[in-house]
């Protein structure tokens, strides 16, 4: 059998896709339902810093009796320039599936191409798939179904942007984004999304009538010299709690975290008393879970 890999939402079945948020919902519920995964081992490769993701994979393998194994790419091979076709062969022989973080998305395509193993982005440049799974559970969670819903996407059309795109089209919600003109997210994308997807310049005429507000900080990893720039160009997209009047009564925000308060979100919003963004983030754990069963299964 061909080995499943998951570097966006759109590399899994539809079906699959939805049926790992359902499960991660139900070992929310229920962690003993978790099968086992003794035996098997994770190996996470990141070129990237990470809180959410890393404790998430490795929380997730403890929890089902598996193994992770972290290479920072500073203290592995790959950083002194051993190719990654060679160490992709390698370290498909010892694991049992590899999670990356990395900059160039090409570069997970590399090792998917050399892999034996399922390869999981745990963040690139362009995509956050994983993310994704936690937003959709949170979500549902909190409101139900999200087909057929509103969702504005507020800030920059940065890999958490399009990777909303993907879900827009999984999902089967409809996706407003508001990004100033030089900071859209990529036109092929966008198309490819079709009636689902509008991208607008304006966060106010975005937010009108949604049921979930999302963004995400203005300069991602990797974009660290450009911070003042982009601060001076996303003045206007602060979600504010102004902001979020706009919206539905009932609309829920959320952030994939790290946040900065005052810049992309207002510290009232993030640390409103009903603010998911916590729920959110333990989600990564949950629907981490669910994607490792499903492709340890393979
Ligand atoms: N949201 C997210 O991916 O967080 P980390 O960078 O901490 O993994
Ligand atoms: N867009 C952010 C997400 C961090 C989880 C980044 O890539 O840095």
């Known amino acids: 059998m061909s080995v499943q890999h998951f570097l966006t939402l759109l590399d899994l079945p539809r079906a699959d896709v939805l049926g790992i948020v359902e499960r991660a919902i139900e070992l929310k519920r229920d962690p003993s339902l978790a099968g086992s995964q003794a035996r098997k081992t994770l190996g996470l490769i990141f070129e990237k810093s990470s809180t959410r993701t890393r404790a998430a994979f490795e929380v997730a393998m403890t929890q089902m009796q598996g193994a992770s194994l972290f290479l920072a790419t500073s ?75 509103r969702v504005a996407w507020i800030g920059d059309g940065n890999n958490m942007c399009q990777s909303y795109i993907n879900a827009a089209a999984v999902f089967d919600f409809e996706l407003l984004i508001a990004c100033p003109p030089e900071f859209e997210p990529k036109a092929e994308l966008v198309s490819a999304g079709g009636e689902r997807v509008s991208v607008l310049h304006d966060p106010k005429q975005a937010v009108k009538d949604v049921d979930l507000v999302v963004t995400d900080v203005w300069a991602s990893m990797g974009q660290e010299a450009e911070q003042l720039k982009r601060q001076q160009a996303f003045a206007d997209y602060e979600v504010t709690p102004d902001l979020m009047a706009l919206a539905n009564s009932d609309a829920l925000f959320m952030h994939c975290l790290p946040a900065h308060r005052g810049e992309e979100v207002s510290a009232q919003v993030l640390d409103a008393p009903d603010s998911v963004v916590w729920d959110e983030a333990e989600n990564r754990m949950h629907s981490q879970k669910a994607l490792l069963e499903t492709l340890l299964a393979h």
């Open 75 to 149: 203290d592995s091979q790959l950083g002194r320039g051993e190719p990654i076709s060679d160490t992709a062969q390698v370290l498909s022989r010892m694991v049992d599936c590899l999670a990356i973080r990395t900059f160039e998305h090409a570069k997970l395509e590399q090792f998917a191409a050399h892999s034996q193993v399922p390869i999981i982005n745990a963040l690139s440049d362009d995509f956050h798939p994983c993310q994704l799974l936690a937003d959709m559970q949170t979500f549902i969670e909190h409101r139900g179904a999200i087909s057929g819903r």
